[in-house]
């Protein structure tokens, strides 16, 4: 028989896993009426041990009481806007800016192609693989620290499913509210007389800037990570592909649509079956974002003031409204 301690190890290490296997690789192996046992069981026994609670264990995610404000939070690295492209032509004229600037013109360029999730931009800190802090874009070099709510999120694990975590890893993402979630969200809101939030990227925000923790989780919103920002104490792949395979790899979740593609032919191709899947995806994008693959190559084109020369934001038409 295992001592109170192997036991609580055992339910958090199996709670933590099939969280992984439902949020991250979207493959359940048990119901859900099974994980919630084991989370009760779990509950129960920190309730009869207090001192063996730890901040990561998966039963803490929601604080205990409001806050009377944010802290504000400095981004050790700016966390840039996009360049926007509003046709083919312009995005033509990106990659043209892009190839006259290399030094060295690889034979294709290869772009990571990403669907541009339309919600909060956030950053959030492992320390150790534990999550330590999370605050929200702000004006690019101040955020507001919305730590507390970022925890109640169900799909941003507590801890980084890894026996040798980083010591310091940034994961910088979207946070967004599913359709599903919205329309039941205003529906409720509509009911008890409250007001509704008009679509679901103000939806998201109007949550995360909740001061109490417990309204935050109960909002259904979702994570999905598109980069790294500070790494330390571990060497991290060559390219973007790469890298938010590996941030799968240790337990965060990435948008199922990114993909690469050779050459600005593909990636065209990528924006329009895009925007056909659009309708169908369950949450609103406004369009793609499309990023060289290669960090060396992102090293060399840089910046420009505001926005990376790497990367831009290719956007969808502006959508009726009425039409949701
Ligand atoms: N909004 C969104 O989905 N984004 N935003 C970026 C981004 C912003 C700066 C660098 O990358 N990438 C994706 N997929």
Redesign the pocket.
Known sequence: IMDINQQIKQLRDTLRYHEYQYHVLDDPKIPDAEYDRLFHQLKALEQQHPELITADSPTQRVGAKPLAGFAQITHELPM?S?DNAFSDEEFNAFVKRIQDRLIVLPQPLTFCC????D?L?VSIFYVNGVLTQAATRGDGTTGEDITLNIRTIRNIPLQLLTDNPPARLEVRG?VFMPHEGFNRLNERALEHGEKTFANPRNAAAGSLRQLDPKITSRRPLVF?A??VGIAEGVELPATHYERLQWLKSVGIPV?SEVQLCDGSEKVLEFYRSMQQKRPTLGYDIDGT?L?INDIGLQRELGFISKA?RW?I?YKFPAQEELTR
């Open positions: 840039l996009l990403e669907p541009k999730l919600g931009a979207e999905n598109y980069s948008n974002v990023k990376p990367a934001a």
